[in-house]
Structures are given as structure tokens and as C-alpha cells.
């Protein structure tokens, strides 16, 4: 395939930070520390591992696809109706993982600084700045990434260092305290961010030049580094027992953070931060499900087609109480999740492998045909 794309593999490294960082920046945080405690920096080391190696069943269906978009792949490779339910299936899914995220953060929003304000308004006012950023093209949301990410690791900076101060690194011990059986279910909750890496097959076409097995461990590591500094943030800031009862310990780290005597109260910072992240991880998944649906090139499509069943969802995942939204989100969503895409990308390795083995048949049979008929037309010679 020709590098048509309009986005660069940096870009795409970017975006994974923002959309992908978000997930396993705050919302993981809490079900690792609830499930390995202080050894959870342990689980994020040991789930990259494992990723690393899946990483490669990515970089298989990448190279035999061509490149190609993944919908016109499939169609060309089981029929349209296989691919019309995998990709409709699909297309639920995200739109589901985008309202958790939606919900999350405006839990988030009215829980903290907009106490007052109704429910309904941030979520129709979030629901058309996201829908904005997916109909304006992968390439305008990967330039405003760009600038959004500059911030949000600056931020990220600041308040590691600023918390110096607080961090008490040895109750980060004793090590294993419990054993590896903690250490293991905490694995769970960082993979199921890590195996997201899958979305990027659905714009692969969009990418100028192909991915290379090294790009997706830059990414991986990347997201590790992401999980684990507020993961230790957290423990070594509050301790495994404190920070376990808290809802978003990367959100009360900033309260920690002061500069002298004289300055403090910067925790507004992490309004930029989380804001700015959920903005591009839902423009994006809206973005990647409008191109499934083949209307991401048409604006109103994505306002009649896409707009009101995702502002359903969201609606529908608001009648849940507080607690029972995060008990599902914390414990079953995360799980959800990740055997959703190991399903996924095991179904796509299949689909490669059989294409593979079909396409060698008919190249056999061609041969064949094409020797017979050659010697059919070669006739004996009185």
C-alpha cells in the first residue's frame, strides 16, 4: 500500500500518551492499589511483559493487512456479513468505553468543582465539543493533541517533583508482602489499557508509513511510565491503606503540592489535565467509530448517526448511582474490557492465518490450471 496517510508515526505516539495515558494515568490507579496494594508497581511491570509479547500478534495482522483499512480487509477476507457484525460489534463497544469515560470524568467535574451545576448541561456541553473534535479529520485531532499534551506533561512534571517532598519511599516495602497472588489479579487493570494499542489498526490507514514492532514498545513503554509514576505517587504520598480508599489518588496528589510557604492550592492544574484528556480519548474513539460506519467524512452523518446514541448511553450510564458506576467501572468494565480486545485481536490473527492459507491454495490451483492448459496446446508432432 502507498503512504497516503496524513498522520506520522509520532503523531500516533502522541495520541496514545493522551488517549490511551488518560485511562491508565487515573482511572486504573485505584483497582491496582485495591488489588495488589503496595506492590502494584509490580503488576504494571509484569502486565508490559505480557503486552510486549501480544504486541507482536499486532504487528502480524499490521504487515498482512497491507495497511488497508481494517473494514475493507475483513470484507475482502470473510464477506460482508462476518465483517458487517464484527464491525457493528465494535462500534457498540467504543461507544460504550467512550461513555464510561464521559461519565467518569463528569462524576469527576460535579464532585469536585461544579457542584451545582446540572448534570445534563456539562453533558450536552462536553457531548458537542467531542463530537466537534471527530468530525474535524484525524489530522486536526492529531495537531491538537500536540498542543494539549505539551501541557499535560509539563503538569505531569511539576507535580512529581513538587511532591518530592512528601513521598516516603519506604512504604513501598516489604515487597510481595502477601505473595504474587495479589501482584497477579492486579495485572488485570493496566493491561486492559495496554491492549487498546489494538484501535490504532482501525487508522492504520491514516498512519504515512508502517509500523514497525519497535513503535508499539515505544508506546507500551511509554504507558508503563504513565501507570507507574502516579501508582508510586500515590503509595509513597498517602500509603497502600490510604490510597486505596480513595477515589482518584492522581487528582489528590495535587492537593499535595505546594512551592514554599506561600503557594499552594495549584490542584486546578488537573483540571487542564483530565479535561483535555478525556476531550481527545472520546473525539478519537468517535472519530475511529465514525470511519468504521464509513461517515467519518461526512459531518452531518456524525451528528444524525452517531451523535444521539452515544448521548443515549451516556444518559442511560447517569441513572446509575455514584457508588454502583464505579464498583461496575472499577471491577467488571476494566475486566470487560480487556477480554473484549484479547478476543479481538485473537479473531483478527485467525482471519490473517486463514487468508494466508487460502490465498496459497488458489495460488496452487492457478498454477495448476495454468500448467494444464499449457499442455493441452502443445500437440504431438506427426
Known amino acids: 500500500m502507498k503512504n497516503v496517510g496524513t498522520i506520522s508515526i509520532l503523531h500516533v505516539i502522541f495520541l496514545t500518551m493522551t488517549f490511551i495515558g488518560l485511562k491508565n494515568h487515573v482511572t486504573v490507579i485505584p483497582s491496582i492499589i485495591k488489588a495488589a496494594g503496595r506492590d502494584g508497581w509490580a503488576s504494571v511491570f509484569l502486565s508490559a511483559f505480557v503486552t510486549f509479547i501480544w504486541l507482536f500478534l499486532l504487528v502480524y495482522v499490521h504487515n498482512k493487512s497491507n495497511q488497508e483499512p481494517i473494514k475493507d480487509w475483513l470484507k475482502q477476507r470473510i464477506g460482508k456479513f462476518l465483517t458487517a457484525i464484527v464491525l457493528y460489534g465494535t462500534v457498540f463497544y467504543l461507544l460504550l468505553l467512550a461513555a464510561f469515560t464521559m461519565r467518569e470524568t463528569l462524576l469527576w467535574v460535579s464532585t469536585t ?15 458537542v465539543l467531542v463530537i466537534f473534535l471527530a468530525t474535524s479529520g484525524i489530522q486536526t485531532i492529531a495537531i491538537v493533541n500536540v498542543f494539549v499534551l505539551t501541557g499535560v506533561v509539563i503538569f ?18 516489604p ?34 508509513h508502517r509500523m514497525r514492532w519497535y513503535h508499539f514498545a515505544i508506546m507500551l513503554f511509554l504507558l508503563s511510565g504513565l501507570t507507574v509514576g502516579p501508582l508510586i505517587g500515590a503509595i509513597t504520598e498517602f500509603g497502600p491503606t490510604e490510597a486505596a480508599k480513595q477515589r482518584y489518588p492522581a487528582y489528590e496528589e495535587w492537593g499535595l503540592a505546594t512551592i514554599g510557604r506561600f503557594i499552594e492550592h495549584v490542584d486546578f492544574f488537573s483540571i487542564y489535565q483530565w479535561l483535555t484528556g478525556t476531550f481527545l480519548r472520546v473525539g478519537l474513539i468517535l472519530y475511529i467509530c465514525s470511519d468504521i460506519l464509513n461517515i467519518s467524512r461526512d459531518k452531518k452523518q456524525i451528528w444524525s448517526k452517531l451523535a444521539p446514541p452515544f448521548f443515549f448511553i451516556c444518559l442511560s450510564l447517569t441513572l446509575l448511582r455514584d457508588n454502583v458506576f464505579l464498583n461496575i467501572n472499577g471491577k ?3 475486566v470487560s474490557t480487556l477480554l473484549f480486545f484479547l478476543i479481538l485481536s485473537l479473531f ?12 496459497k491454495k488458489d495460488k496452487d490451483k492457478n498454477d495448476q490450471k495454468s500448467g494444464e492448459e499449457q499442455s493441452n496446446q502443445v500437440k504431438p508432432t506427426q
Open 113 to 127: 468543582f461544579l457542584l451545582k451545576t446540572p448534570f445534563l448541561f456539562l453533558l450536552i456541553l462536553y457531548l
Open 156 to 173: 505531569g512534571f511539576f507535580v512529581a517533583f513538587v511532591n518530592i517532598q512528601v513521598k516516603d519511599y519506604t512504604l513501598l516495602r
Open 175 to 208: 515487597f510481595f508482602e502477601h505473595g504474587f497472588e495479589p501482584v497477579l489479579r492486579g495485572m488485570v487493570y493496566p493491561t486492559s489499557g495496554f491492549v487498546e494499542l489494538l484501535l490504532l489498526l482501525f487508522i492504520q490507514h491514516e498512519i504515512q
Open 332 to 334: 467488571y468494565f476494566l
Open 348 to 359: 483478527f490473527v485467525i482471519v490473517a492465518l486463514t487468508s494466508r492459507k487460502s490465498s
